[in-house]
């Protein structure tokens, strides 16, 4: 089971941090800041460029924190808040990626969900320092609290342009 959330918590981990690596500094291909900007401006989001600012840092911090097992509360809080944002934005796409929906997001966050609610397991930092976030106190803290901040953010969002939802950052 260890071996497992190991797997679980540094795959969805690092694939957030990929994430937001490529929105912060452009890496892997991407547009960076400048590119995610406009997506986020597209999508509704003000101002564009700090709200990319802010989704980059969160699910590169986030996605660093779930890989390390380190404060795993925080970092599951951070990103079930972001896919819940996520999944609100692709929600009229339908849950098909093929339509750019919300499959993708979804298992990403179902997934994290479980760390939240299990622990980040013996093989992780928290484990080490002695401390232990696991049981449905914390999980259910975690669900609680990142669904209302991805509806939160979600909500401050203005009427996106047309057909917007269609690409990604």
């Not at 660093?64 to 796409?93: D, E, K, Q």
């Not at 696991?134 to 401050?156: C, I, K």
Request: glycine share 16%; net charge neutral.
């Amino acid at each position: 089971m260890e071996v497992g959330l190991l797997v679980v918590r540094a795959v969805v981990g690092l694939v957030m941090a990929y994430h937001g690596t490529e929105k912060l500094f452009g890496w892997w291909g991407a547009d960076g800041l400048d590119g995610a900007a406009r997506f986020f401006g597209r999508q509704g989001f003000r101002p564009p460029r700090l709200m990319a600012a802010v989704a980059g840092l969160t699910e590169t911090g986030g996605g660093v924190l779930l890989a390390l097992g380190l404060l795993t509360p925080l970092a599951a809080l951070m990103l079930v808040g972001t896919f819940v944002n996520i999944v609100v934005l692709h929600l009229p796409n339908g849950l098909s990626r093929r339509r750019n929906g919300f499959e993708y997001e979804l298992v990403l966050m179902a997934a994290t969900v479980c760390v939240a609610f299990t622990g980040p397991g013996a093989l992780a930092v928290d484990a080490v320092l002695g401390v232990d976030f696991a049981g449905a106190a914390w999980g259910a803290a975690v669900v609680g609290l990142g669904v209302v901040s991805g509806l939160a953010v979600s909500a401050t969002r203005a009427k996106p342009n047309a057909g917007a939802a269609g690409d990604s950052p």
